[in-house]
């Protein structure tokens, strides 16, 4: 079965820092990825996806995030956090007609 | 820019009593969604629906839940008897394709449910 595992349930980084958070994926056949970003009191907003071709996926508001097959990951960053990037991260694999999701990644930026 | 719509935003209800959350998902996709997410709990999926029919829905699915099209634009999940551990957020998403083909699924805001 197909499934994501995302490692820390919180991540605090400071402001200006390199936010780094981790998912790896099981799949028996290649897997489409998405990361997407809950702020709080708001829906899912996909920042990116990884479905073929480049492996380097950038997204919305500075994230990317490197699809490596040898690891099994999909590892989301971005070079400089933001006090707006406060909010939690979830990591997904398309699986015929759903999404499965990990457990998320709380991220809290300090001033 | 297109987005998905939910109704309520907030819906309190008794144990027992029948809930209907109402979604408008965006208008030229085909393929919609429920998720639901329990307060601190990853996001499951609950049923994927496509051509007037459901085409998988999970475990937690089960005959308390139902789902339809009543119309050209909007998308409902109608839970006949809720239980206490129904009480959770209620996502709805659409996207133009099947999601196993890499298409992006469109989340709305959600409806927070409490079941007193």
């Known amino acids: 079965a197909q499934s994501v595992t995302q490692l820390g349930s919180h991540v605090s980084v400071s402001e200006g820092a390199l936010v780094l958070l981790r998912c790896n994926y099981s799949?028996?056949?290649?897997?489409?990825l998405f990361w997407y970003v809950q702020y709080p009191n708001q829906g899912l907003q996909l920042l990116l996806k990884?479905?073929?071709?480049?492996?380097l996926v950038k997204g919305i508001n500075g994230f990317e995030a490197e699809f490596k097959k040898s690891e099994t990951s999909f590892h989301l960053t971005k070079p400089s956090a933001h006090m707006s990037d406060a909010a939690e991260y979830f990591c997904a694999v398309s699986i015929n007609y759903k999404l499965s999701f990990g457990a998320g990644t709380t991220v809290t930026v300090r001033a | 820019e297109p987005e998905v719509t939910q109704t309520p935003s907030h819906q309190v209800t008794q144990m027992g009593q029948e809930v209907i959350l109402r979604c408008v998902p965006i208008s030229n996709h085909l393929y919609f969604y429920w998720y639901r997410q329990i307060l601190g709990q990853k996001v499951e999926f609950l049923v994927s629906f496509y051509n007037n029919e459901i085409s998988e829905k999970s475990e937690i699915f089960d005959d308390q839940f139902s789902v339809e099209r009543p119309d050209g634009s909007n998308f409902t999940l109608k839970i006949r008897s809720t239980k206490l551990e129904d009480s959770a957020m209620y996502f709805c998403?659409?996207?133009?394709?099947?999601?196993?083909?890499?298409?992006?699924?469109?989340f709305g805001p959600g409806t927070r449910l409490l079941v007193l």
């Open positions: 998403a659409s996207s133009q394709g099947p999601s196993g083909g890499g298409e992006t699924q469109y």
């Open positions: 799949s028996s056949v290649p897997p489409y």
């Open positions: 990884y479905t073929t071709g480049a492996t």
